[in-house]
């Protein structure tokens, strides 16, 4: 990766990674060692929120046993999180990385709305992967992709050091295809290689702009880039989930989309069976 300064992704020069601390065993951490690494190639300034999720107490008499449990777990989890963003600031303080980090204690509403707002801030946001669809990390991922206008790098388990050499597009000729492309043309731009999949055949693409139209404007931004329409295997989360294994991609860029359901925002079918099992790190933006 040439020095910071040269790279096209000193264009990011402001990282956000958030962690949550739930008091959950498997707590998982891929996102830190990404972000700090990604933050030191970029010459970028990291920001690390590792936050407590608060639990409320609750009311009524002769409940003081309960709430002296509930009182003792937030008490856990405050000194769970104040230890990761301790330990951040030491790695990024090792790595030559300028680190803010706060450690807020907050319930979940609060939470989410924290990140949300502060992923505004940032040119980029790094979350972990959640594999449960009901889960605060999910959450966090809906609030940062469709309230904060920022993109969002999603690492699943093992990914923990940042790596961009090989990238596959997905393009479906959307307005959030594009988005999200556009976005991502600093890693596009310093990667050895990037491919454009369009799956076919799982919904009338007749009217969008191709993936061969869309190649050229890649190209003269200098991407190296190359083309494969993909027949639908399955679905298309499980066709690009093998074409990325089979390019040995080490990112995967797509839109993300949203649909209503008892009048809440959830995120779509693809972006959520993606989230729940994806081997690269996924680029998301909307």
């Not at 010459?43 to 002296?68: D, E, I, K």
């Not at 405050?78 to 319930?107: F, H, K, S, Y």
Request: hydrophobic share 45%; aromatic share 4%.
């Amino acid at each position: 990766m040439p020095h910071p300064s040269s790279s096209p992704i000193s264009a990011f020069r402001d990282i956000l990674v958030a962690v949550t601390e739930e008091g959950r065993d498997d707590e998982p951490e891929s996102g830190l060692g990404y972000g700090l690494t990604l933050a030191a190639m970029a010459g970028a300034h990291l920001t690390v929120q590792s936050a407590a999720r608060r639990l409320t107490m609750v009311g009524g008499a002769g409940l003081g046993f309960v709430n002296s449990i509930v009182a003792d777990e937030n008490r856990r989890l405050r000194i769970l999180a104040q230890a990761v963003a301790e330990r951040m600031a030491g790695d990024a303080a090792r790595a030559g990385v300028t680190c803010t980090t706060e450690a807020p204690a907050l319930t979940y509403p609060n939470l989410v709305a924290r990140l949300t707002a502060r992923a505004r801030l940032a040119d980029l946001t790094v979350l972990d992967a959640e594999t449960r669809e009901v889960d605060l990390d999910r959450d966090l991922i809906d609030g940062v992709l469709f309230g904060s206008g920022r993109p969002l790098i999603v690492v699943p388990a093992g990914r923990s050091a940042f790596g961009a050499m090989r990238i596959v597009v997905a393009w479906d000729g959307s307005a959030q295809a594009a988005r999200s492309a556009n976005d991502a043309m600093p890693f596009l731009r310093a990667a050895e290689a990037v491919e454009i999949v369009s799956v076919v055949g799982e919904k009338d693409l007749s009217t969008s702009v191709a993936g061969a139209e869309f190649a050229p404007h890649l190209a003269r931004h200098g991407v190296n880039v190359s083309v494969n329409d993909l027949p639908v295997v399955e679905d298309v989360a499980e066709t690009l989930r093998t074409e990325a294994d089979l390019f040995r991609a080490d990112m995967l860029v797509m839109g993300a989309y949203r649909h209503s359901r008892l009048k809440e925002w959830f995120l779509g079918g693809v972006t959520q069976s993606l989230l729940a099992r994806s081997s690269v790190p996924l680029f998301l933006a909307h």
